[in-house]
């Protein structure tokens, strides 16, 4: 019996020393969400939206009102009586001026058949431009497209009357060439600083939605638009369009290439915003030192270096590292860090850590 008491206390605390090494290491280990620093492709994008338009949209219009034609005859008509009104003057002028040098005439005659003469003369010149003007007017009447294209919209309809006062009323929008198309797009002010000519662009259209169209940007216009508060800038995207599958007014949803780097060091955005504990008191208690309403110098900053917590023994270790280029999910790692080293994402609640199991707990009998 003296024989087997020490096996039975050996066993006794190799059974403990096991339940304790579980109870610690999974512990340790199921209470932090991790991710491993693995290498890949990185793509940094801005995204906007805007509205696919032609390049060249040219609106036709009438310069003129009523009916033409109309106004034309009117025109000959009143330029055929001041001509006759002014032949007829001529004739009362020489006759008047005959009888003068006969001395069968007065002065005074003579001089209002003069007048007579000249007023049918000036009213010949008004005549004359009134018709010259309703020539222009007819000439008008035929409208033609200063370009050839594709017409986009008719706004009139057989016998409707335009009338154009100040503005010239629009008929027709006809669209060069649709084989090429423009977005004009709206990028936010925070972003427009990364944005320049010749960068590629992705997009999509709502009719499409399986499918993702190119371009490149081709101008970046300095007028801001300023819309309840919100300020951004019109950027001018190029896109090739020779399916014809893309129509003027489709809305597009664009991503503007930033960057792009392939095989490198990334690890997830959420490794960056991790704070244990301990290190969320401490920064909470250097920002209640600073001054009231003050920021330390250089806080609104985005720098490089990050601190990041690495998984050591169960444990988080804060490391110092350098980033590069993010696309809202990933982020690149130029230093401080290498492949396979797993990154504390979050920590797990206690109620989601599953307990350790107990190797002296057997199963409950159950009692009537």
Known sequence: MKRFLPVGVIIVALLIILLVVRRCTSSSVSNYQTATVTRGPITQLVTATGTLNPVVNVQVGSQVSGNIQKLFAEAEGDLATAQAALELAKLNATRTETLFKQKNSSQQDLDQATAALHQAEGNVKIKQGALDKAKADLDHCTITSPIDGVVISRNVDVGQTVAASL?????????????????????????IGAVSVDQDVDFTVDAFPTRTF???????????????????YDTVIGVSNPDLKLKPGMTANVSIIIAHKDNVLQLKNAALRFRPPEAATSDQARSTSSPSGQRPTGARERKPERTVYILSYGRPKSAQIKTGISDGIVTEVTEGSKEGDRVVTAELSSASASPPANPFSGQQRRFP
């Open 214 to 232: 190119h371009g490149k940007v081709v101008q970046v216009r300095n007028a801001p638009i300023t819309v309840q508060n919100v300020v951004t």
């Open 167 to 191: 503005q010239a009323p629009v008929i027709f929008a006809i669209a060069n060439d649709l084989t090429k198309m423009q977005i004009d797009s709206n990028v936010a002010e925070a972003d």
